[in-house]
């Protein structure tokens, strides 16, 4: 059985920092690109950060030097490293797990950015 498993959301001041971590269970965790997504209250779904199996990265235009995503492969974990934070950045940030066919989502980890 596959699990994404986020931890590490938290209410956090402005100009604050968090880490977030997703353990992974149930997939060759090695082969898939990872993602972290996140969605806010009446917004849409937006990419916050990705790492291909060559740990190849992509972040969205918002970030602006803000996150580091890494992943640890012998442990099955992918990290987001956020500091920086701004309250435009609360929301429910999701883990992601694609390789060809297979897509899988955590349950996600609420984030709140507020003084």
């Known amino acids: 059985q596959v699990q994404l498993v986020e931890s590490g959301g938290a209410l956090v001041q402005p100009g604050g920092s968090l880490r977030l971590s997703c353990a992974a269970s149930?997939?060759?965790?090695?082969?898939?690109?990872m993602t972290w997504y996140r969605q806010a209250p009446g917004k849409q779904h937006e990419l916050v950060a990705a790492?291909?199996?060559?740990?190849?990265?992509n972040y969205g235009d918002f970030v602006k030097g803000r996150f580091l995503i890494s992943r640890d492969n012998y442990k099955s974990t992918v990290d987001l490293q956020m500091n920086s934070l701004k309250p435009d950045d609360t929301a429910v940030y999701y883990c992601?797990?694609?390789?060809?066919?297979?897509?899988?989502w955590g349950q996600g980890t609420q984030v709140t950015v507020s003084s």
């Open positions: 790492i291909t199996d060559l740990r190849s990265t």
């Open positions: 149930g997939i060759h965790f090695g082969v898939y690109t």
């Open positions: 992601h797990a694609r390789w060809n066919t297979n897509d899988f």
